[in-house]
């Protein structure tokens, strides 16, 4: 009997050199800065469990759109957000223990300097004056610490 070692609960994924065929779905997330410098994520219930998990906002890339396509169409309904492609930055692709590895995650950064952002239409809404204050929650998504902390490396949020 063998055992097969645990993944890591993140995988980078170099675009580049990826087959992304291989995969299962794309998403284009995105943390969200607002006009006052605070974090926007939101809490949504864990599947099959009675906790919350925090994530950033976005959702699943369709067919026919390029990922900052996705990415602006979910921010607008999620966020009822203009979201202009120029202002974006691309953090990187991931993959997730969450989901086995099976799916890719784009993940950027965005700040609402124009107050576009007018609700929290899905799920409850979570603002952070801190980034510290992010990590210390239960629920905090893998793929997110890693985006928040590439945030901090580049200077988008402050340490």
Same mark, same amino acid.
Request: proline share 3%; with cysteine.
């Given at each position: ?21 291989v ?58 957000? %203009?979201?202009? !492609?120029?202002?974006? &930055?691309?953090? @990187? ?8 590895? *099976? ?16 609700g ?7 603002v952070? %004056?801190?980034? !510290?204050?992010?990590? &210390?929650?239960? @629920? ?8 928040? *902390? ?10």
């Amino acid at each position: 009997m063998s055992i097969l070692p645990v993944a890591d609960p993140i995988t980078e994924i170099d675009l580049k050199a990826a087959d992304l065929s291989v995969y299962r779905q794309q998403f284009a997330d995105c943390i969200v800065l607002d006009a006052r410098g605070r974090l926007l994520l939101q809490e949504r219930p864990e599947r099959g469990g009675d906790g919350m998990l925090l994530s950033a906002f976005g959702g699943r890339v369709e067919g026919g759109e390029t990922v900052l396509q996705a990415l602006a169409r979910e921010l607008k309904e999620e966020l009822g957000a %203009d979201v202009l !492609e120029e202002d974006v &930055k691309f953090l @990187g692709a991931v993959s997730e223990a969450f989901t086995d590895h *099976r799916d890719v995650v784009h993940i950027h950064f965005w700040q609402d300097k124009h107050k576009t952002v007018t609700g929290c239409y899905e799920w409850d809404l979570v603002v952070f %004056d801190k980034v !510290e204050d992010v990590f &210390k929650h239960p @629920g905090m998504m893998d793929y997110l610490g890693w985006g928040l *902390r590439r945030c901090q490396d580049k200077g988008y949020l402050r340490r």
